[in-house]
């Protein structure tokens, strides 16, 4: 029987062949995949992106404070009565102070959203953290 082999053992052989084959052309699609999505901050270190998130984040708490602040004294109360020209001085104002108002929401929400950008970047690294995770899930996921 020396020249004999298994016919299970070349089964094996060649299953575990199909599955590496299979895994390595799923790891390479999903590669692909994952490298086609912008990801405008993979090329900072993680301790500049968590330095980024940490200052943004100052940022947009200072910028809210000061946004229901203004908020608060920017109500707009139009009186009615008066002369044309006053009735336009006031129409001009309340308009002024709505588009203040609202020039102070589009950057806390800029910056919320950079935030938010930031923070996702960092949950995309630690989900593949360690290396042999991220290989895993490329190669198991289809």
């Not at 004999?4 to 299953?15: F, H, Y």
């Not at 270190?45 to 947009?60: K, N, T």
């Not at 910028?63 to 006031?90: P, S």
Request: hydrophobic share 35%; no cysteine; charged share 30%.
């Amino acid at each position: 029987m020396a020249g004999k082999s298994d016919p299970r053992v070349a089964q094996t052989v060649i299953l575990l062949l199909i599955l590496g084959v299979a895994g390595g052309w799923n790891y390479h699609r999903n590669a692909t995949i994952e490298n086609a999505v912008p990801r405008p901050y993979r090329g900072y270190s993680d301790q500049e992106l968590q330095q980024m998130i940490s200052a943004y984040q100052g940022e947009v708490e200072i910028q809210m404070a000061r946004y229901r602040k203004a908020g608060d004294a920017n109500k707009v109360v139009v009186q009615g009565g008066g002369l044309l020209e006053e009735r336009i001085d006031e129409f001009e104002r309340a308009q002024r102070a709505s588009r203040e108002r609202r020039d102070r929401a589009y950057k806390v929400t800029d910056n919320q959203i950079l935030v938010d950008q930031l923070a996702k970047e960092q949950m995309i690294r630690e989900r593949d953290r360690p290396v042999y995770k991220m290989i895993f899930r490329r190669v198991t996921t289809f």
